[in-house]
Nanobody, 124 residues
């Protein structure tokens, strides 16, 4: 059974940091494109970052460049999103998603599997 389980969200002050984790089961994360998305209340889902399969291409949306870092630990089959210098506009539910092989960057519709989401709240 394929599962993506996010963790690491929480409440943090402006300028703080959080590290989100996406634990993958059912296939090797290294063989998949893993994406991080977020959705704030009343807004559309937004692609934040992705880590491509095989060649491990990386993408960040402009608003998080220089502040967020995506990485993976193959031994733990887990993908991380390190978020630094957090801003109130980063407040959202964050989801990880996966598609075997896939492409990064690639549209959100390519992803076959989604996690349940983890809330990130940045207070000012």
């Amino acid at each position: 059974e394929v599962q993506l389980v996010e963790s690491g969200g929480g409440l943090v002050q402006v300028g703080g940091s959080l590290r989100l984790s996406c634990a993958v089961s059912g296939f090797a994360a290294n063989d998949a494109t893993i994406g991080w998305f977020r959705q704030a209340p009343g807004k559309d889902r937004e692609g934040v970052s992705c880590l491509g399969s095989r060649l491990r291409s990386i993408y960040y949306t402009d608003s998080v460049k220089g502040r967020f870092t995506i990485s993976s630990d193959n031994a733990k089959n887990t993908v991380y999103l390190q978020m630094n210098s957090l801003k109130p506009e980063d407040t959202a539910v964050y989801y990880c998603a996966a598609v075997v092989r896939g492409s990064c960057p690639g549209g959100g519709t390519q992803y076959d599997f989604w996690g349940q989401g983890t809330q990130v709240t940045v207070s000012s």
